[in-house]
């Protein structure tokens, strides 16, 4: 049982690891001449903070997946959930630091929080333990999500979209 949960736990820090690729570059041009509200994180938080995220919400998972007995149908619903929100979670860096489409990076995220809170409603008849370890992940989203609508806000936007 040690590979499904390393492999699971892992999982989500491949698009963890291309988002730091996408905004490597843009941290160090485009993101410091946005203006930004004065209570967002220092930058040097954020790679710490989804290190955190990306382990815990991965082991969730597997907490799932472990819990109804693999990938069988009582899972579909619960892992899919889940891997709707990875692959939003995936789809926000390059939408907006790669991209700097701002408005739609703030759409993207509320979708993404509201399908974190679907995934985590899902979870808990199966596993209180998973979806406690997703709620710092909701609560960070909440925060990306304030400071996301607050640069869009703030900065002018190419109005082509």
């Known amino acids: 049982m040690w590979l499904p949960m390393i492999g699971m736990t892992a999982l989500p820090h491949l698009g963890g690891l291309y988002g730091g690729f996408i905004t490597r570059k843009q941290v160090k041009t485009w993101y410091p001449t946005l203006k930004k509200p ?10 710490v903070v989804w290190t955190c995220l990306y382990t815990s919400m991965g082991y969730g998972s597997y907490l799932i997946w472990k819990e109804l007995g693999g990938f069988t149908q009582d899972a579909l619903v619960p892992l899919g959930l889940y891997g709707a929100q990875l692959a ?9 630091f790669g991209a700097h489409k701002l408005k739609l990076a703030l759409i993207e995220i509320v979708l993404l929080t509201g399908t974190v809170g679907a995934t985590m409603a899902s ?15 909701l609560a960070w989203l909440c925060l990306a999500t304030s400071l996301n609508y607050c640069i869009w806000r703030d900065n002018a936007e190419d109005k082509e979209e």
């Open 88 to 96: 939003l979670n995936w789809a926000w860096t390059p939408i907006f």
């Open 38 to 47: 004065s209570w967002r994180p220092p930058n040097a938080a954020f790679p």
């Open 123 to 137: 979870w808990y008849p199966i596993s209180s333990t998973a979806t406690l370890l997703m709620a710092p992940y």
